[in-house]
């Protein structure tokens, strides 16, 4: 079946600019996670949605950034006013359920944002 | 917050050698995961360890879950040129945020045919 997708794959914007990445997350996949992989760094946790439950937004930078997930399908993160120390490429990953064994978390083939 | 140093950082190999690279903890772990990730990937789990001291194997990639629970090691013996790509190690917590991961920089490694 279809894994994880998001879009764009590159994103070029110029400092200031507003910009919104998308995750679409595997069918049926109930928890969805969004990680910053700066360069020559491992993963970031930013934030992460279950279902219905309020969205724990504790990895978050600033409040430059934010992310949505209608119900149990797309998420969208957005980030406002970009500064150059936001390049970095952009993970979503999903899970069936958040009691899942994390091994379970599928990730996507990421957004590379870089601001210029 | 919790950091995992993860070393070597780099790594240029024959094909055919063996490979070991591993991760120390301050902070007290109750999942182990190694990743691997190719290029304009996303990362793919390879071994997932829950248990100190427990030793598991998926092919030719070993891995361990140190007694500690602070430190953990992976092994990829007979390397082939697939091989090639980031490895990163990555720790769970217990209790409350559980389900977020704290990962390693990474092991670039590089196999030469």
């Known amino acids: 079946g279809a894994g994880v997708s998001q879009s764009p794959s590159n994103k070029v914007t110029e400092k200031g600019k507003d910009v919104e990445l998308r995750c679409d997350p595997i069918?049926?996949?109930?928890?969805l996670y969004w990680y910053r992989q700066r360069l020559g760094q491992g993963l970031e946790f930013l934030i992460y949605?279950?279902?219905?439950?309020?969205?724990?937004k504790s990895g978050l930078p600033s409040d430059r950034f934010s992310a949505e997930r209608t119900g149990e399908s797309v998420s969208t993160l957005t980030i406002q006013r970009t500064q150059q120390e936001d390049s970095a490429v952009y993970l979503c990953?999903?899970?069936?359920?958040?009691?899942?064994?994390?091994?379970?978390?599928?990730f996507g083939p990421g957004t590379r944002l870089t601001v210029t | 917050g919790q950091q995992l140093n993860q070393s070597p950082q780099s790594m240029f190999i024959q094909e055919g050698e063996d490979v070991s690279m591993n991760c120390t903890s301050s902070?007290?772990?109750?999942?182990w995961l190694w990743y691997k990730q190719d290029p304009g990937e996303g990362p793919v789990l390879l071994i997932a360890?829950?248990?100190?001291?427990e030793l598991t194997s998926n092919g030719r990639l070993t891995a361990q879950f140190g007694i500690t629970r602070k430190d953990s090691f992976l092994n990829i013996s007979a390397s082939i040129p697939s091989d090639v790509g980031i490895y990163f190690c990555?720790?769970?917590?217990?209790?409350?945020?559980?389900?977020?991961?704290?990962f390693g920089k990474g092991t670039k490694l590089s196999v030469i045919p």
């Open positions: 990953a999903s899970s069936p359920a958040a009691s899942s064994p994390l091994y379970e978390q599928y």
């Open positions: 069918s049926g996949h109930t928890a």
């Open positions: 949605f279950q279902g219905n439950s309020a969205p724990d």
């Open positions: 902070s007290i772990f109750n999942t």
């Open positions: 360890l829950y248990k100190a001291g």
């Open positions: 990555a720790g769970q917590l217990s209790g409350a945020g559980s389900y977020q991961l704290t």
